[in-house]
């Protein structure tokens, strides 16, 4: 019997060992390497940082950070498809693009993804308000609301009618303002190009107010918003709204009167003597507004790299040099530094041009562009011609093609259509394979000329647009077709 | 407290018997086989608890009382009941017997006899197994147990199989059963972090397993509770027996081949049809293809010559496949005394793949030992170490691989034959990413895949250590206490070098990256089990028990891109760019605490219960927590008087009837942390960043599964013909989906998981074995296994809002909505070819038909009387379902003389497979085509499936979105194994040898399908739930050859 009691004991000692092993907290598995939602705010760093991730989330390769600028560019004329590669938006390049394309749905995902985030920091800021310092607070949230206009803009131009055929009358995006973490809310209507319109204005009008003058380096400069960032993207948005009086009031605000062409407020913008510097080490000349950093261990991620695409990466594009692709326009000379300098006859992997604008290798670092001043500037032309202000506009149209190509004198600017064309065409050149084409041409409402649909694509084409992704219209049964 | 209390009603009850008139009995126990000693064999007298077993030289010694029976019961043999009468020695031959009735089951935390069990399992003798050319038993189970369904997910060395116990558990969380290896549950997922598949479950080296048993309702399986929802595999390893040292040595080796490879077009057939498909292009746009990538003849594709002025014409396959050759060898030591016995074993498997480069090694060793250390205590050990080596070239055949550009499964059919793998000088053929053009004036599109198979490294390797030390103490008669501690330690070392010449790691210059997994999992389980019989007519068994267990898995890793010289083949080496890569922390415990109770009435009558409740730290706080059980009953109708009586009970030698019910859960949430809202860290150029990067379901809870099962055995003239037949009804509630967010939401993932769906999986299940042919020298053993599976999903977050799963993340190819089953092919239905144009039919939603012209601007999309219309694209419809609806197996042995002759053949239908590699091999662009589109339409009136051939076409073949052209039924038929051996009869003792065997085997020798893809048998998405039925570019299957020899000395 003492045998017995014995084990009774050491039973009971294994039995408690296994209890006691399992104290309350052996059940608590909390993730290690992602924070909580609750402690987001709680030093000043984490709230910089989580500014800096709306900035992050907006540079995605899948968005701004390469395939944004890329399907823009391939829509046109001026890229001839080398690869056939379906995953490298040969789809779209030939027009047969669909609302179940997994990298079109992409834009839509990324770029609500980021609208999400942007919603969630402005509640947060509220929420949290000694989380920062006044100042800081406002400057945040001020970049948030940059952020979230530079996206619901890039979407609606993707996804919707452009405004300037219906005055926005057209269906546009759902309107998310709130944060969402939860499975409600999946229903919701798209507002009206117009409405959307408004809410990207209404941002950047706040954002005008809140964000900070400048910041202490350069690189702040360009790669975080300031002031002018939110003022040189009104101009974008207004002249795509054809609203070309706001467009002058907003670039005046940091354009010169005059020749030579600069911004005298806050940060110093100027175009750069050398085209070719912009698109250098370290990207943060005054010409840069604002460009998505790269790093290398920061890069775009695998085929989304603008050098990838366009330049010796892997040459899924090259340059069109057949009549219809601004290559052989008279306007772009053979002279000029964004030919001599920004593209070159032949490359290892093809034997046609090929633009270097980005001619950084694996991991392709080169810092994507998404504001420069010239753009600016040339919208500010635009609007001027558009107003009626031939010389203003031919003027800063000089400032701009001359600095590439000094000796070249316009001809023919003497009807306000002739210069618009001559400053759409300046555009082409100037912006070549930074993501303009196609929202330049859908923003005046004009025909598309697909190089790969080998045939021009009218806005009463339904492949004028991209359709709402599949995903979208399989999970948010409001949003409509 | 309330465990010692319950002890003491034990004790207590444990008092009751009392001693009648007692003698003494000995004897010897043998195999009527051999006439050796059989050891271990258990001896009790009937309807008392008294016991012994059989020493190293199969003596025995028992006091029994007056007038009582002796039964003798060994694993493997069949049971006899001896009256002892006045005898004092009793010498018994037990006979083998591998009829299932008389086996015991492997249940939860225990064994049970299988007259006297009332749930539902199968089990699964692994002998047959270890003979197979597979990497993990999982792949031997095809055909074993009714109810079991496996598919070997394509022919890539130890690719995980597909394993789904009576049907589909789950849609978010893991089907695939809780696998327990010798008390342990493991982890099943593929481990590899690269393109390699290393199954976790090839660490186990199948000689050494000694039984599966698969538990398959809930009664038997609820004691696992919340892991049992998708059933559980309990895998047993052999054990030493008492008595001299035993040694058998058995060894296979074989070769295997590619079977079922597309036939594609030559060189010439490939330049033909091609250049035809350009000059249709350029009819309808000009700049389909630049005149810069054609000739004055609107030509693309050139010959290209050899030397010897011959037309190069590639073989890709040659380039890819081989015969491959396998070997397999394993060594046991068994023996003991009748304190302690011991198993050793070490194992060596070297096998190749058909898929050059694809290799797999195991290297394993085991020690299992059992040792009776005092009359009241035992200890158990097991230690397992193993050592397993995948190695695989990026082959498209590993899950979500499908698209992968240097994938070689579709590399094989698609690179353009007229261009060579080498040049003249031996030097491969290439042209940046792409294998060079010569005289093409098109670029190709895929690598050269002779430098992606010799020059890319990847590997994954396991180094894994599983231990086992377990005690039992017998604290009274009938009372046992048993304890357990397992241990799991297993790393995984991950290995990928991208050789900079061609492949994926051409862009960057060469990529490396390594990364390398610490899984540390244990177990520890505690159970108090007791047995009693009162009156011999009422007999009890008890269980209670706590099961903890806690897995952490450690990841780190880095990638190492831009190689500063093209010298290093090496993470090693020295690159430009160095990267974070592959790491993470996870952590998930378990703690459960379980009781069970049975109690039969003489045999006759049984009822058993069991309760258990499990925590998962998986779960939300308030939620983690679950309530889990069920209760079984049997009748044996062949025990009762009146069926004895009856003239049926001669013909029927054993009747019973059984039911079960029960709950329990599905623990293997897919995501550690699924109730935490959470940000991640990034970048930002160089600035750190936090994100939004989960949201997370504070309501988080247990997704449980109600089971129902109904069943009876029989058995026919003395056990010759057993028939087992089972209903299931499996209904699974509170299902964890990844539950589908608008995107405008900006949701990360797009997806909440939340308990939010139901279904139900039912069916048959019959298994009926059978000795038709028992004449001693010739004999015909044969079982049949057949079930039924209904899978339908009847609710989810609503009616309307359906599961889409992509393959590979790309291709939209499946749905899972109420009303169906899971996983239907989702895609556009079409209507043929048209004969006037030679244009693809797409039929919409709504009936409509509308043609496609390819390149046709504005008029691509018409309706057939021209009219401009929209594309159908979005316009898809419930194509078919995936899931089989019946399958099974049907094995038979011969025996005559020395020989023996198995064949295994397997069944399965009911489903439709999305033959996706169809649409590859129908596409248009650069890639090369199956023989079908020589029939491609050409004219007026041509009635043919293949539509007018337009360059660049991507659409018609349904490349661009999935038609229902491509899919096929899976219905199969197939000669699995087919072994022939041969016994030597010779007495080779002089030798020292005891038995000697020889054996050829071949495996996958036909199949009967209307498929058309590689293999009916297919899973291109591995082990998912949502995207089943899918082929999109895998490798095909083997077919192998092996011979062997087994020897015991």
Known sequence: ?481 | MKKLLLLGVLMVASCAPLIAQMKQVTGKVTSSDDGSALPGVSVSAKGSARGTTTSADGSYSIQVADGASLVFSFVGYTSQTLPVGNRSVINVQLASDNKQLSEVVVVGYGTKKRTEFTGSASTIKAATIAERPVQSFSQGLTGQAAGVNITQPNGLLNNPPVIRVRGLSSLSLSSFPLVVIDGIPISTDNVSANSTTNNPLADINPSDIESIDVLKDAASAAIYGSRAGAGVLLITTKRGKSGKAKVSIDSWAGVSQAVRLPDVLNAQQYMDHKNMAIANALLLNPNAVTSTQRNSENKSFLPNYNPDGSLIDTDWYKEVYQTAVSQNHNMTITGGNDKTSYYFSGGYSDQDGFLRNNTFQRRSGRFNLDHQATKWLKLTTNINYSNTFNRAPMSGSNAGGAFNTSGLGRIAVAQVPNLPAYLPDGSYNLENNTVGRMNNLLPAQFPNPAVVRDLDKITSENTRLIANLGAEIRILEGLTAKTSYSWDRRNTENIRFFNPFNGDGWSTSGDAYNNTARSDNWNWINTLQYNLTLAEKHNFSAIVGSDVQKTRVLNWGAQRQTLADFFFTDFQGNFGTNLAAGNGIYQVSYEAYFANLSYNFKGKYFVSGNIRRDGNSALSTENRWGDFGGVSLGWTVSEEEFFKNMDLGNTISSFRLKASYGKVGNGNVPNAYGSYSTFGSGLYGAVPTLSFNQAGNKDLKWETSAQTNVGLDLSFLNDRITLEANYYYKDINNLILNVPQAPSKGIPGNSILANVGAMYNKGFEIALTATPINTGKFSWNTNLNFATNENMVTSLVDANTPILTNTSGLEATSITKVGYSAAQIYGVKTGGVNPANGRRIFIKRDGTKVQYLHLGGANAWTTLDGKPTTSPSSEQQILGNTLPTFYGGFNNTFKYAGFDLGLNFTFSGGNYIYNGSQAGLRDQRVWNNSVEVLTSWKKEGDITEIPRAVYGDNVSNGSSFLIDANIQKGDFLRLQTATLGYKIPADLSRLGISSLRVYAQGTNLFLLTPYKGVDPEISSNGDSNLASGIERNSIPQARAFTFGINIGL
């Open chain 1, 1 to 481: 019997m003492k045998l017995f009691t014995n084990k009774i004991g050491y039973l009971t000692i294994a039995f408690a060992m296994t209890v006691s092993s399992c104290s309350k907290d052996f059940l608590n598995a909390v993730p290690e390497l992602d924070l909580s939602d609750a402690t987001v705010f709680s030093t000043p760093a984490r709230v910089l940082s989580q500014v800096n991730g709306l900035y992050g989330s907006a540079k995605s390769g899948s968005l701004f950070g390469g395939r944004y600028l890329i399907y823009n560019d391939i829509r046109g004329e001026e890229f001839v498809n080398r690869t056939t590669n379906s995953v490298t938006g040969y789809s779209t390049y030939q027009g047969n693009q669909d609302p179940s394309d997994t990298y079109l749905a992409g834009f839509w995902i990324q770029g609500y993804l980021t609208i999400n985030r942007a919603n969630l920091f402005l509640e947060g800021l509220t929420a949290n308000p000694n989380a920062v310092s006044s100042t800081l607070a406002a400057n945040y949230r001020g970049e948030a609301k940059f952020i979230r206009a530079l996206t619901y803009f890039s979407l609606v131009q993707f996804f919707a009618k452009p405004y300037i055929l219906d005055k926005g009358a057209s269906p546009g995006l759902p309107l998310r303002l709130k944060g969402e973490t939860s499975s409600s809310n999946n229903n919701l209507a798209r507002s009206t190009v117009a409405q959307v319109y408004d809410q990207i204005l209404k941002d950047l009008n706040e954002a005008e107010t809140e964000l900070p003058d400048s910041y202490s380096t350069a690189l702040l400069n360009t790669t975080r918003a300031h002031k002018n960032t939110a003022i040189a993207l009104k101009t974008r948005v207004l002249l795509a709204k054809g609203d070309y009086a706001g467009v002058i009031t907003e670039a005046n605000k940091i354009v010169s009167a005059a020749a030579p062409f600069r911004s005298t407020t806050r940060v110093a913008h100027a175009l750069q003597a050398d085209v070719s510097a912009v698109f250098k080490a370290p990207y943060t000349t005054t010409e840069s507004i604002f460009s998505f950093p790269m790093d290398a261990t920061n890069a775009p991620g695998t085929q989304n790299q603008l050098g990838y695409y366009f330049n010796a990466g892997n040459v899924e594009y090259y340059l069109n040099t057949g009549s219809t692709g601004i290559y052989s326009h008279p306007q772009f000379a053979a002279t000029d530094d964004r030919k001599t300098k920004l593209t070159v006859a032949t490359t290892a992997i093809a034997r046609f041009p090929s633009s270097t604008k980005f001619s950084g290798v694996s991991p392709y670092i080169d810092f994507v562009p998404n504001i420069r001043y010239a753009e600016v500037l040339l919208n500010l032309a635009e609007a001027e011609a558009e107003a009626g202000n031939l010389n203003r506009a031919i003027s800063i149209l000089n400032a701009v093609h001359k600095r590439s190509d000094a000796t070249y004198e316009f001809t023919g600017l003497d009807t306000k259509a002739n210069v618009v064309r001559a400053i759409l065409t300046e555009r082409r050149i100037e912006f070549l394979a930074e993501g303009f084409r196609a929202n330049d041409v859908l923003r005046r409402g004009e025909p598309l000329n697909s190089f790969g649909a080998g045939t021009l694509i009218q806005p009463s084409d339904p492949r004028y647009i991209y359709g709402i992704p599949l995903v979208e219209t399989q999970t948010n049964p409001g949003i409509g077709n």
